[in-house]
């Protein structure tokens, strides 16, 4: 995508972009290595946020290893069409699966954070070919 925009607006969303991808990484990691550290916590999150029951813990550490794969591959902005892509579905889904959380709103406000995190995902994606800032050509 050619882009008109002078060079310190190039600049400024160059680092912006950055910034959105390094937040969501972090948080995706730390997700990514809670199935890691707690495979157990993992199970429970499945079954009652995706309704799928009986997830063992070497599930668990497989998903976790290509959610690793994945997460680590978003960051260095590889392969991004697919990459920013998988992580906007996977957040969405994920934000999406706790939707009766957000009826009881006050008893469940960390799980508002979802929606932003959401909307930065899917900037991501649609800006990707304009976040260049150290990233893997």
């Known amino acids: 995508m050619q882009t008109t925009l ?5 600049s400024k969303l160059q680092w912006s ?4 991808r390094v937040g969501v990484f972090i948080v995706m990691l730390v ?3 809670d199935k890691f550290v707690n495979p157990g916590h993992s ?3 499945f079954e009652k946020f ?5 997830v063992s813990e070497v ?6 290893g290509l959610q690793l794969l994945l997460v680590i591959a978003f960051v260095l902005g590889i392969k991004k069409r697919i990459t920013y892509g ?3 579905l996977m957040h969405g889904a994920s934000t999406l699966s706790a939707f009766n ?10 799980f508002f954070a979802a929606w932003p995190m959401w909307a930065a995902c899917f900037a991501l994606y649609l800006l990707r070919d304009e976040d260049t800032k150290f990233t893997v050509k």
Do not use: P
Not at 6 to 10: E, I, L
Not at 50 to 54: A, C, M, N, V
């Open 6 to 10: 002078n060079s310190d607006v190039q």
């Open 17 to 20: 972009l950055l910034s959105l």
């Open 31 to 33: 997700w990514t290595l």
């Open 43 to 45: 199970m429970k999150i």
């Open 50 to 54: 995706y309704g799928i029951g009986g």
């Open 59 to 64: 599930a668990a550490y497989i998903m976790g």
């Open 86 to 88: 998988v992580i906007f």
């Open 101 to 110: 959380q957000y009826f009881d709103a006050f008893n469940n406000l960390l």
